[in-house]
């Protein structure tokens, strides 16, 4: 059974910085695609980033290009996001999430929508202050 837990959020100023982690069991998560997705409310849950845990491939929604970066520790099966230059648009639920369908073996990119992935956390949430 897979399990991710999140963590590291927050409340942060504008202009601040948080990285939030994402801890990874239950399978071993070579050919899979690992992502960050967010939700605030009222709004439908929206890609972040995401990451091929297998040669570090990274994508990243254009909202947050340059901001935040995706990136992964294979030793500890650990998911990290950072994110730098918050805005107070940022605020969200931050959720990660896992994709190991055959797909992404096959054709070697991750997903970008919500129901390419089969596997979630509970979230984490990262309030930014104006």
């Known amino acids: 059974q897979v399990q991710l837990v999140e963590s590291g959020g927050g409340l942060v100023q504008a202009g601040g910085s948080l990285r939030l982690s994402c801890a990874a069991s239950?399978?071993?998560?070579?050919?899979?695609?690992m992502a960050w997705f967010r939700q605030a409310p009222g709004k439908e849950r929206e890609f972040v980033a995401a990451i091929l845990w297998t040669g570090g491939r990274t994508y990243y929604a254009d909202s947050v290009k340059d901001r935040f970066t995706i990136s992964r520790d294979n030793a500890k099966n650990t998911v990290y996001l950072q994110m730098n230059s918050l805005k107070p648009e940022d605020t969200a639920v931050y959720y990660c999430a896992a994709d190991g369908s055959s797909r992404t073996r096959v054709f070697g990119t991750a997903p970008l929508k919500r129901d390419g992935y089969q596997y979630w956390g509970q979230g984490t949430q990262v309030t930014v202050s104006s």
């Open positions: 239950g399978r071993t998560f070579s050919n899979y695609a």
